[in-house]
């Protein structure tokens, strides 16, 4: 695979930022690495990057306080947020200051190359709003929210527990993440935080 697209690392750990940023060459991409929030902002400002992988728990400002002023810098900009520790909180505020999606450490290559092409490709389709485009394509690009959307069509008040054991997925925060940005394009709602998940009228 070859590819143009340039990818920032952030994480203030040395061996992580070498590792990824090693395997995403090997994928075919071209990287650059910061160790902070701090030297990622400056290198936002100073260059044109197509996907930053930011780590949340990182000395001084933290991963989602990065991705705040990341944001202000480049709206459109793709942002995966990188932990050790999911955890629904985190999740569910990333997705409120705008990420993409986050990975879990240690990394799958597999898994890594999806979320970043799934990354470029909704801020692609995002792009086109001059065309008009609504958002709810946008919403609709992530294969996990179409099937998620599928779950709640079909059975109306399906709960967090339900969804994630239909979906077989083991890491319930990635669900949160996404049930958040549905939330927040206006397709689903929760009328009530106890009780489950609907389509909106």
Not at 55 to 79: C, F, Q, R, W, Y
Not at 84 to 93: K, R, Y
Request: aromatic share 4%; no cysteine.
């Amino acid at each position: 695979m070859t590819s143009e697209k340039r990818i920032l690392v952030v994480d203030d750990d040395e061996g992580v930022r070498t590792t990824l940023s090693q395997l995403l060459i090997e994928i075919g991409y071209h990287t650059a690495s910061v160790p902070s929030g701090a030297k990622a902002i400056e290198a936002l400002s100073a260059e044109e990057f197509d996907v930053v992988l930011l780590d949340i728990m990182m000395p001084g400002l933290n991963g989602i306080a990065t991705l705040s002023e990341l944001k202000k810098i480049k709206p459109g900009m793709p942002v995966i947020m990188i932990t050790a520790f999911p955890s629904t909180d985190n999740a569910v505020d990333a997705g409120k200051r705008g990420a993409s999606d986050y990975i879990t450490k240690p990394f799958k290559v597999d898994e890594l190359t999806i979320k970043i092409s799934r990354a470029i490709e909704e801020a692609r389709i995002a792009s086109t709003e001059h065309l008009n485009f609504p958002s709810i394509v946008n919403s609709l690009s992530n294969p996990l929210r179409r099937r998620i959307v599928g779950l709640i069509s079909s059975s109306p008040n399906i709960r967090l527990m339900e969804i994630v054991k239909k979906l077989d997925i083991s890491d319930h925060t990635k669900v949160s993440f996404h049930l958040k940005v549905l939330k927040e394009e206006g397709m689903i709602e929760q009328r009530n935080e106890k009780k489950g998940y609907l389509l909106t009228n």
